[in-house]
């Protein structure tokens, strides 16, 4: 099996999601895309997962 840092980066982003400040998933995600690691849809759905994340804490 080869080793796929994207995945393994978005990962562990998701992973953080919850655990680490909202600011700082942000900033490491968009350092890993200015390194051209993750690309826009990758954002998009860690985006995706801060804000489902967010609705389950306000409710």
Request: aromatic fraction near 6%.
């Given at each position: 099996?080869?080793?796929?840092?994207?995945?393994?980066?978005?990962?562990?982003?998701?992973?953080?999601?919850?655990?680490?400040?909202?600011?700082?998933?942000?900033?490491?995600?968009?350092?890993?895309?200015?390194?051209?690691?993750?690309?826009?849809?990758?954002?998009?759905?860690?985006?995706?997962?801060?804000?489902?994340?967010?609705?389950?804490?306000?409710i």
């Open positions: 099996m080869e080793f796929n840092l994207r995945a393994y980066i978005k990962k562990g982003l998701l992973l953080a999601i919850g655990n680490k400040p909202e600011y700082e998933i942000r900033l490491i995600s968009g350092e890993w895309l200015s390194k051209g690691v993750l690309i826009e849809s990758d954002l998009a759905e860690i985006e995706e997962a801060i804000n489902k994340k967010n609705e389950e804490v306000s």
